[in-house]
């Protein structure tokens, strides 16, 4: 649906269309700051529709607060970002109907800048590339964590498991993966992006990078040959969650009992606090979530779970 | 060829094979530890006997005047540790012809000891795994640099690129690599591989270690997807080339000038001195060879060079 020949579509004002914006995991165990995959549930819904502006006008339909000034607000930000590459347009109205919890870990802020910016595209006639909106929906991701990291955005953008190889320049590579099965436990505790960064070493042994880097060499390798065995093999983070795991009550015992119900593998959803285990078949997904389950009622914390694939389209266009 | 029945051929004394043995390129620029790959040439000429023994009896048919000491001798550690598993054959006589010259940074001791391996397990109906001959191997390279590293020998052993996920336990991945071009210049000059480690650092910057990692996830996502483009993106080192280079003169020019000709990237050979670089087409692979030459040529050392491409079959068994 790219606009190939670049002939940018006349916007109209008041056009207006919806977007499904999915949770992603980011980090997935070995792969810090460079990998992620996108979710088919939860997801966010965007209602975005081209205004006379100035700037971003937002208005939220749920109930989280989020501040509805622009240059604070995630989605906002993304936008302006958008809009300075966009002099046909002189602004945007959002209705945010957020359902991805912030704070959770799985990609809630990368939801929304990802989200609104997929949906300026499409009213702009998809005239900016994958790239571009990565590259726009970082600025949102920055208001959120103080870091413009693409390990949600790109997910969320492309679909599918994606590698940032590098942000400067950024080098996005998408993955083709099997079919898996992602179980999320969303235990209601906060652990906050930027405590959550604070809190790595900024050294790291050279023979625990050897092995993490043989690790996400597996993963890669275990994903695009299909091999699950392989995958889980990999699965394996010697380096931030023996550190982030500690802001996890239950963490160790959570990871230990969904490997025995038949988990490939998983850890850490992003910064946290969420978990999330790979499985290879909709029973051991079940399965899993049950043990989690488990885990946390016998703690006493309030948890929310999810069971699900992995989303290979990314944010996506509904009908309004 | 592997005897799935794992029945053993009764061994005869005096059968005799001969094993073409390749080098081999170890750590892959991003690929620290963990990544290698075999050469088409140059190659070692391993004939194997089974003996009356007891031990192993080695005969040099070359200028190394490596040790004739089996304990002492990188191919005879390796069958000294075959023979602890076979207790049917009493020993083996060697002689070992060898182009590929010790020291070189292209797998000279792990074709040696990879050679052997696969002789005997010829000799012996193939009653051993490829893991089990990377292993016996690995005795081999512990003679040979202290350190029982894989990264030589299971290309070696395998051939194509090779992953090594895991040394304890021993997970190697096969990685489907699209046609390549290498080309090696050996400046002949002294690097030791125990040197080589030593001057590494024990402790690397996270951010460094990201990086690396990012990018030894795109090379084997590049080699995977046959992406000769992410492969040439992904040939960085951050963490041990900018420390180790510095033995190597002439190391930054040669990589400029063999860029600049066009080749995909390329780095120090193992612990070097060699340096090879990989090319999408022979004719860029000549190219290259001539910028190295030149380099070299100026600074005033001697050299050789390799122009040839990865061996997808490792060593093999050819005609007496």
Request: net charge negative.
């Amino acid at each position: 649906m790219t606009n190939l020949n670049n002939q940018h579509i006349a916007p109209i004002v008041g056009s207006t269309c919806k977007v499904l914006s999915p949770a992603t995991v980011a980090n997935v165990v070995c792969g810090f700051d460079i990998l992620g995959f996108a979710l088919n549930e939860p997801n966010d819904i965007i209602t975005l529709s081209i205004s006379n502006g100035p700037g971003v006008t937002i208005i939220n339909a749920d109930d989280f607060n989020l501040p509805t000034k622009a240059e604070d607000n995630v989605s906002g930000a993304a936008l302006i970002a958008l809009l300075e590459e966009t002099p046909d347009v002189q602004g945007f109205t959002l209705i945010s109907e957020k359902t991805i919890k912030p704070g959770s870990g799985i990609g809630s802020s990368a939801a929304s800048a990802a989200g609104v910016v997929v949906a300026a595209n499409h009213l702009l006639g998809n005239r900016f590339s994958k790239a571009d909106l990565v590259r726009f929906a970082m600025f949102g991701e920055k208001v959120a964590s103080g870091v413009k990291h693409a390990d949600n955005i790109a997910p969320c953008i492309y679909g599918g498991v994606t590698l940032i190889r590098s942000i400067y320049p950024l080098d996005i590579v998408s993955l083709q993966a099997p079919l898996l099965h992602v179980t999320v436990v969303h235990p209601q505790i906060e652990v906050r992006t930027a405590d959550a960064r604070q809190i790595l070493r900024q050294k790291v042994l050279l023979k625990d990078a050897i092995k993490q880097w043989g690790n996400i060499a597996g993963l890669v390798a275990g994903l695009l040959q299909g091999d699950y065995d392989l995958i889980g093999r990999s699965l394996e983070d010697v380096i931030i969650e023996p550190v982030r795991s500690i802001l996890i009550p239950g963490f160790d015992e959570v990871k230990k009992r969904c490997k025995e119900a038949g988990a490939l593998g998983g850890g850490i959803s992003g910064s946290g606090p969420s978990i999330f285990m790979l499985s290879k078949d909709a029973a051991t997904a079940a399965a899993v979530e049950k043990e989690m389950a488990a885990v946390f009622t016998r703690i006493g914390i309030a948890y929310h779970t999810h069971l699900t694939t992995i989303n290979s389209e990314g944010a996506k266009v509904v009908p309004l």
